[in-house]
């Protein structure tokens, strides 16, 4: 079976068997590696995306459910040598020890930035509860957020870019 | 007009303006004056730990607080079918919470739902149950809450349908539906059951959710605890017609949120599993003999595994559980290592009603209060309507023997809509 979706922009079709982990195809079919495989029971984040915008477990996603829905992953955000407002946050925090959730965690934090461009520290809490990081960097991360959503209101004040 | 139509027309309103003066007399209740903040330390410690205890039967933390807020200090909204209330502040903070209010006044919240100044309050607050409560175990509430940390923090005004904003409208609501006086002992049935409906019926408030209401809003009396609906929720009914329940498997299943043939609490009855793995086991033991002697202990429905019938009935779904959920639903699945129920014993697969299976996989399950208690994510964002139709209509014929749910995908669509109203 073939399912028509859109990645990170570009219409792709994919050959996976239906019931197959959209994790899975990202990585083994379509060569995006970014998401992770943590634990596979959507208790962990790692594998987070987002479709249709909404931050979602990809591992627990079949990829026959998302028949012309529109997924993202972390490579659809910036590169190494021109990274997004979010990734660059992340750098500049050394959010990272490991790094092994951190796709997760970007594409996590960037839905909400993308809905909300000035959430409180609530906000950034709550939305990234579902997220865990076994080096224990989440007061980095959280501070990653938090100076992204800055970068991202004063960009767009200056009106320069989006 | 006519001279004598005009008489009854001027007789006709003289007469209602007569009755509503005396329904806002009969309505009328006096404030109760200030005092001032009672000092802490004047309470006594055993009188505030009894009290602690207490407040976390009655679940006070879970209404009046907000998400992420501080305990006890307000804002959460409460949806009902009459516009959305808003939790009061119920810190010793004096500008917006309970700090100049006397034991007196927060007896008479309690008890008559009446508030300091004399205004009525909405029976959100279970004020047909806490009306029940002991006045020392009132007391004993007063002194916990007057020893908090005050949070000046003042609730959102509430949003209600007119003309529900006034009001003196809520005495006529009690007249109907406030039944005072305490929870009559039955020496026959021994202590524990006796301590148990004292606290179902007063401060644990269990009909509030599980006893089914009526168009006003009032609890149908003579259906006590036959099942109702909470926040979206269907409360299951607690009187025998949904199955038995033993006294030792509601000490386990109420204590941790988790009992391995029975399921997990999810919904609101997260939170209320949550307080009550707080409390003293032998409160927590009197409260499942209550209960017990409610439901009757018939034996759980044997587990069934039909797999290939219902993957021939519902390819679909078979092939999206394969993808979403096996790997914690299926055979063999580590999340069902440690006492954790299969699919197949869990109330809500079971029930007539999809809902609270609709709701499970639309809002999942949230973060655990224990070690064992497992987490469900939501799969709201992630599946269509028809999608979460197929795979529910896949579990059920697959670990039920219960004929399948009708106009399922339309149910989804239904409560994934409810789920977006504030």
């Given at each position: 079976m073939?399912?028509?979706?859109?990645?990170?922009?570009?219409?792709?079709?994919?050959?996976?068997?239906?019931?197959?982990?959209?994790?899975?195809?990202?990585?083994?079919?379509?060569?995006?590696?970014?998401?992770?495989?943590?634990?596979?029971?959507?208790?962990?984040?790692?594998?987070?995306?987002?479709?249709?915008?909404?931050?979602?477990?990809?591992?627990?996603?079949?990829?026959?459910?998302?028949e012309?829905?529109?997924?993202?992953?972390?490579?659809?955000?910036?590169?190494?040598?021109?990274?997004?407002?979010?990734?660059?946050?992340?750098?500049?925090e050394?959010?990272?020890?490991?790094?092994?959730?951190?796709?997760?965690?970007?594409?996590?934090?960037?839905?909400?930035?993308d809905?909300?461009?000035?959430?409180?520290?609530?906000?950034?809490?709550?939305?990234?509860?579902?997220?865990?990081?076994?080096?224990?960097?989440?007061?980095?991360?959280?501070?990653?957020?938090?100076?992204?959503?800055?970068?991202?209101?004063?960009?767009?004040?200056?009106?320069?870019?989006? | 007009?006519?001279p004598?139509?005009?008489?009854?027309?001027?007789?006709?309103?003289?007469?209602?303006?007569?009755?509503?003066?005396?329904?806002?007399?009969?309505?009328?209740?006096?404030?109760?004056?200030?005092?001032?903040?009672?000092?802490?330390?004047?309470?006594?410690?055993?009188?505030?730990?009894?009290?602690?205890?207490?407040?976390?039967?009655?679940?006070?933390?879970?209404?009046?607080?907000?998400?992420?807020?501080?305990?006890?200090?307000?804002?959460?909204?409460?949806?009902?079918?009459?516009?959305?209330?808003?939790?009061?502040?119920i810190?010793?903070?004096?500008?917006?919470?309970?700090?100049?209010?006397?034991?007196?006044?927060?007896?008479?919240?309690?008890?008559?739902?009446v508030?300091?100044?004399?205004e009525?309050?909405?029976?959100?607050?279970?004020?047909?149950?806490?009306?029940h409560?002991?006045?020392?175990?009132?007391?004993?509430?007063?002194?916990?809450?007057?020893?908090?940390?005050?949070?000046?923090?003042?609730?959102?005004?509430?949003?209600?349908?007119?003309?529900?904003?006034?009001?003196?409208?809520?005495?006529?609501?009690?007249?109907?539906?406030?039944?005072?006086?305490p929870?009559?002992?039955?020496?026959e049935?021994?202590e524990?059951?006796?301590r148990?409906?004292?606290?179902?019926?007063?401060?644990?408030?269990?009909?509030?959710?599980?006893?089914?209401?009526?168009?006003?809003?009032?609890?149908?009396?003579?259906?006590?605890?036959?099942?109702?609906?909470?926040?979206?929720?269907?409360?299951?009914?607690?009187?025998?017609?949904?199955?038995?329940?033993?006294?030792?498997a509601?000490?386990?299943?109420?204590?941790?949120?988790?009992?391995?043939?029975?399921?997990?609490?999810?919904?609101?009855?997260?939170?209320?599993?949550?307080?009550?793995?707080?409390?003293?086991?032998?409160?927590?033991?009197?409260?499942?003999?209550?209960?017990?002697?409610?439901?009757?202990?018939?034996?759980?429905?044997?587990?069934?595994?039909?797999?290939?019938?219902?993957?021939?009935?519902?390819?679909?779904?078979?092939?999206?559980?394969?993808?979403?959920?096996?790997?914690?639903?299926g055979?063999?699945?580590?999340?069902?290592?440690?006492?954790?129920?299969?699919?197949?014993?869990?109330?809500?697969?079971?029930?007539?009603?999809?809902?609270?299976?609709?709701q499970?996989?639309?809002?999942?399950?949230?973060?655990?209060?224990?070690?064992?208690?497992?987490?469900?994510?939501?799969?709201?964002?992630?599946?269509?309507?028809?999608?979460?139709?197929?795979i529910?209509?896949?579990?059920?014929?697959?670990?039920?023997?219960?004929p399948?749910?009708?106009?399922?995908?339309?149910?989804?669509?239904?409560?994934?809509?409810?789920?977006?109203?504030?």
């Amino acid at each position: 079976m073939t399912v028509r979706l859109t990645i990170n922009g570009a219409e792709r079709r994919v050959e996976s068997p239906p019931d197959t982990p959209l994790l899975y195809v990202l990585r083994d079919e379509v060569g995006l590696n970014g998401a992770k495989y943590g634990c596979g029971l959507g208790q962990c984040g790692a594998c987070t995306v987002q479709l249709d915008g909404r931050p979602v477990f990809s591992c627990l996603l079949p990829v026959g459910a998302l028949e012309g829905r529109q997924v993202r992953t972390v490579e659809g955000l910036g590169t190494a040598a021109s990274p997004s407002i979010l990734q660059r946050a992340f750098e500049e925090e050394q959010a990272a020890q490991c790094g092994y959730c951190i796709a997760g965690m970007i594409m996590r934090a960037q839905a909400l930035l993308d809905r909300v461009p000035d959430p409180d520290e609530a906000a950034i809490r709550a939305h990234m509860q579902a997220n865990l990081c076994r080096c224990g960097t989440h007061m980095r991360i959280l501070r990653a957020v938090r100076r992204a959503a800055t970068a991202m209101r004063s960009t767009v004040s200056r009106g320069t870019a989006p | 007009m006519k001279p004598v139509w005009r008489h009854l027309l001027i007789a006709g309103l003289a007469g209602s303006v007569l009755a509503a003066g005396v329904a806002l007399a009969l309505a009328w209740e006096p404030a109760i004056g200030r005092v001032p903040r009672p000092d802490p330390a004047g309470f006594d410690p055993a009188i505030v730990a009894r009290g602690a205890t207490l407040a976390t039967i009655g679940d006070c933390a879970v209404c009046h607080t907000a998400p992420s807020g501080a305990p006890y200090a307000g804002g959460r909204a409460l949806g009902t079918p009459f516009g959305t209330l808003y939790a009061t502040n119920i810190t010793p903070d004096e500008a917006t919470g309970l700090g100049n209010w006397s034991p007196a006044a927060f007896r008479r919240a309690m008890k008559d739902g009446v508030r300091r100044d004399g205004e009525h309050l909405y029976p959100a607050l279970p004020y047909e149950h806490f009306t029940h409560v002991r006045d020392d175990d009132l007391d004993a509430i007063y002194a916990f809450l007057m020893t908090r940390r005050a949070v000046d923090s003042p609730a959102p005004p509430n949003a209600l349908i007119p003309p529900l904003g006034f009001r003196p409208l809520l005495a006529g609501w009690k007249l109907l539906f406030l039944h005072r006086g305490p929870v009559e002992p039955v020496p026959e049935r021994g202590e524990a059951w006796n301590r148990g409906a004292y606290l179902v019926e007063g401060l644990g408030h269990c009909g509030g959710c599980h006893t089914p209401r009526n168009l006003a809003g009032g609890e149908q009396g003579r259906r006590s605890l036959a099942g109702g609906v909470a926040e979206g929720w269907n409360a299951p009914p607690l009187d025998g017609s949904a199955g038995g329940w033993s006294i030792d498997a509601l000490v386990t299943y109420l204590g941790t949120g988790l009992h391995s043939s029975r399921g997990v609490a999810a919904g609101p009855m997260g939170p209320v599993t949550e307080g009550l793995s707080q409390v003293p086991a032998e409160d927590l033991r009197a409260i499942a003999t209550y209960i017990a002697s409610r439901t009757g202990n018939a034996a759980p429905v044997p587990v069934q595994e039909r797999a290939e019938e219902a993957a021939r009935a519902h390819p679909e779904g078979a092939g999206l559980f394969a993808g979403a959920c096996a790997a914690c639903h299926g055979g063999g699945a580590p999340m069902l290592a440690r006492n954790r129920p299969g699919l197949g014993t869990a109330t809500p697969i079971l029930a007539a009603d999809p809902r609270n299976a609709i709701q499970a996989v639309l809002q999942g399950i949230p973060a655990p209060v224990g070690p064992d208690r497992p987490f469900m994510p939501p799969f709201s964002d992630a599946l269509g309507d028809r999608q979460l139709a197929e795979i529910l209509a896949y579990a059920r014929a697959r670990f039920t023997a219960e004929p399948p749910w009708r106009d399922l995908q339309e149910s989804v669509t239904r409560i994934r809509k409810e789920n977006t109203r504030p």
